[in-house]
């Protein structure tokens, strides 16, 4: 371990009249700040093996995405801004040159199970391009009809899909977006549905 | 001046060594800054701002230990890609796909694309959207075009035929980047919309 040196990196020296005992002094600074920056996100330059190799790539945060050329992606982390959340996520942009699309959120939100709601058992991804995908299973029942879209941070219903889970087949239920509050959908109302009957779900929306 | 791994030589005069090393010292610098934290701050040097992968067609797939994992940027069809390779050298991933339409479309202004498509790794295509009141049989084409559907999924929605109608919906003759929208009944005047959900690679 290189011990951690008082001065920043200098990358002006040495001075063309700089004694070798000053200069010393710089260069032990200098490769003192250069190993222990290297080493962050690095495999260390002092490594038996594999020197230079990342180790993990943290990003600090961006306003906004950076260019690339012809033959160049890139990755970058960049604040977004919801009505319902503001997060943080990692970014792709394509080449230069790319139509349109050219920045893609490859990351949404944070991931947890969200609690159970009675006759639902679900979770939700995310796909690239800010969308959110809900599965899991439900059952409708006279008292209760809804699918919650836990985490309510869907701003646009894309597409809703059913499959009967059990060994009758049935026709699938249809949904009506039972409450919209202003920017955000919340819950879907199942209609058409058989009682006491357990159907996969697939929801993806725009968040 | 470029930088130059082989300086200061042993017989060069101290004022030949001295811009050499400057250089040396300011090229580092330069090089550093590149995707990362420059140097200088001592709080967040090393740190990477973004990071910006060059094409790797022409060197191959980087070699993977068994305790590594590797990132990097891969031309399919001429277009750069977003590669993962697995642990000890397994078969590379393909994470990205060369274009995507989700969110919202320019025009008209804050409204949704009604049709939309994501990818996921392989890459598959990830299809979604709504058709408004399709008829008996009509075709739907997906949006970039995709070899083979590996799986289409339909439901209605804004159906209104209350409880008269049977009101079922399956997707048939799934081509490459086609299918048709098939009902059980089609009473004229009921009308419904109708979700879908695709999976091509």
Known sequence: MIPTPQDPYNNKIPGANDFLAVSQGDFLSDFGQLYNAFVRNHVALDAASSAGDHTNIQFALQGQGPNTNVGEISLYSKSVVKPSETFDSLFLRYQGGQAAGQEVQMTNYQLYQPENQPGQTGTFTFLPGGLILYFGFVNFSKTNSNLDLKPFITTNLIAVNFCTKGTIPLISPWVEILSEQPGLIKTLMGQSFVENTEYFYIVLGNT | ?201
Not at chain 2, 134 to 156: A, E, H, K, M
Not at chain 2, 161 to 166: A, I, M, R
Not at chain 2, 181 to 193: C, F, H, K, L, S
């Open chain 2, 1 to 201: 001046m470029s930088y130059n791994p082989n300086i200061p030589q042993a017989s060069s005069k101290r004022v030949i060594s001295q811009r050499q090393i400057l250089a040396n010292f300011s090229g580092i610098f330069d090089a550093f800054a590149k995707n990362h934290s420059p140097l200088g701050n001592n709080d967040l040097q090393g740190m990477h701002d973004i990071m910006i992968l060059r094409d790797q067609t022409n060197v191959g797939n980087p070699t993977t230990t068994a305790t590594q994992v590797a990132i990097y940027n891969k031309l399919v069809s001429s277009v750069p890609n977003l590669f993962y390779r697995p642990n000890n050298s397994q078969t590379p991933i393909q994470m990205t796909y060369p274009s995507i339409q989700t969110g919202l479309q320019p025009s008209p202004p804050n409204t949704y694309f009604p049709q939309q498509y994501s990818f996921v790794a392989g890459p598959f295509v990830f299809y979604a959207g709504i058709i408004k009141n399709p008829s008996n049989g009509q075709t739907i084409t997906l949006t970039p075009i995709v070899s083979q559907l590996r799986f289409v999924g339909v439901g209605v929605t804004n159906f209104n035929g209350g409880n008269t109608f049977v009101n079922s919906v399956v997707a048939s003759n799934i081509l490459a980047n086609t299918f048709q929208i098939v009902y059980q009944t089609a009473p004229p005047g009921i009308n419904r919309d109708v979700y879908y959900i695709a999976i091509g690679n």
